[in-house]
């Protein structure tokens, strides 16, 4: 399980990055299981270029079941 949330974290930088985008939004399982340094980053959007050095990208550090999720910023044409 590990080493597949692994395979799957490169998967989704891979195909993130190929699609030109540069950062995600961090997301937990959301149950009881989740480590107390992975809660911290839950909903907080980071770059593929710069992880958070604690954990990781998320699938990256041991056993860890958070997922990112693609984060794209929308700009407002009345600005």
């Known amino acids: 399980r590990d080493q597949t949330a692994?395979?799957?974290s490169a998967i989704t930088k891979?195909?993130?990055t190929e699609l030109?985008?540069?950062e995600y939004t961090w997301?937990?399982?959301g149950d009881e299981r989740v480590r107390d340094t992975h809660a911290e980053h839950d909903g907080k959007v980071y770059q593929w270029d710069d992880p958070p050095a604690d954990t990781g990208h998320p699938g990256e550090d041991y056993n860890c079941r958070c997922v990112a999720i693609p984060y794209v910023k929308?700009?407002?044409d009345d600005e």
Request: proline share 0%; glycine share 6%; aromatic share 0%.
């Open 27 to 29: 997301q937990t399982s």
């Open 14 to 16: 891979a195909r993130h």
């Open 20 to 22: 030109g985008l540069t």
């Open 6 to 8: 692994k395979m799957n």
């Open 74 to 76: 929308i700009e407002d």
